[in-house]
């Protein structure tokens, strides 16, 4: 059974980086048969898919984070991690990794999820 | 990006009885080249990772128990929990994998009456 487990800091200062990692157990994080994506949900809001990492090397951002979202991965330690800068008490939030299905070069559905991890940013 | 919306909000229906949560989408999931519908439903319980329910719409994930059944075609779709029980209450999600960015409903609360 795979599982994912999101780690980091609980508390960033504003304008300041946050930084999570994402830990896959059970699966190799180097299969072409999956992505691997971050969502985050601020209390009381809905899901906000911020980005993913796939196919050795792709990443897509939401368009709406882009310019402060960079995802990596290091197959190594089977992680993929997230940075967001410039950050604000908007981006507090509850951030999810995620495993997403590759099929015939199409990003499908997400199968399994991280339980989540608290940020908030707060001076 | 294509906008979800759930409907109701939240519903409580009695022990046994059905629960219908409804889900749009803003436009079109529905892959003309394959004839597929790329909607798949969540179910978040507290403290515990999401939970894969539904994909393709009506495709039941692997041990999900068949009270749940998902439904519909381009825009409008459908998660019926044919009979409730107590460990089904959650919040629902819809969301699509037709367009990037993929988008989520809001979400619906299920709750026991």
């Known amino acids: 059974q795979v599982q994912l487990q999101e780690s980091g800091p609980g508390l960033v200062k504003p304008s300041q980086t946050l930084s999570l990692t994402c830990t896959v157990s059970g699966g190799s994080i180097s299969s072409g048969s999956f992505y691997w994506s971050w969502i985050r949900q601020p209390a009381g809001k809905g899901l906000e898919w911020i980005g993913r990492f796939y196919d050795s090397g792709s990443t897509n951002y939401n368009p709406s984070l882009k310019s402060r979202v960079s995802i990596s991965v290091d197959t190594s330690k089977n992680q993929f991690s997230l940075n967001l800068s410039s950050v604000t008490a908007a981006d507090t939030a509850v951030y999810y990794c995620?495993?997403?299905?590759?099929?015939?070069?199409?990003?499908?559905?997400?199968?399994?999820w991280g339980q989540g991890t608290l940020v908030t940013v707060s001076s | 990006d294509i906008v979800m919306t759930q409907s109701p909000d939240s519903l409580a229906v009695s022990l046994g009885e059905r629960a219908t949560i409804n889900c749009k989408s803003s436009q079109s999931v529905l892959y003309s080249s394959n004839n597929k519908n790329y909607l798949a439903w969540y179910q978040q319980k507290p403290g515990q990772p999401l939970k894969l329910l539904v994909y393709?719409?009506?495709t039941r994930e692997s041990g999900v128990p068949d009270r749940f059944s998902g439904s519909g075609s381009g825009t409008d779709f459908t998660l019926t929990i044919s009979s409730l029980q107590a460990e089904d209450v959650a919040v629902y999600y819809c969301?699509?994998?037709?367009?990037?960015?993929?988008?989520f409903g809001p979400g619906t609360k299920v709750d026991i009456k």
């Open positions: 969301q699509q994998y037709y367009s990037s960015p993929f988008t």
């Open positions: 995620a495993r997403g299905l590759v099929e015939s070069y199409q990003l499908l559905n997400f199968d399994f």
């Open positions: 393709w719409a009506s």
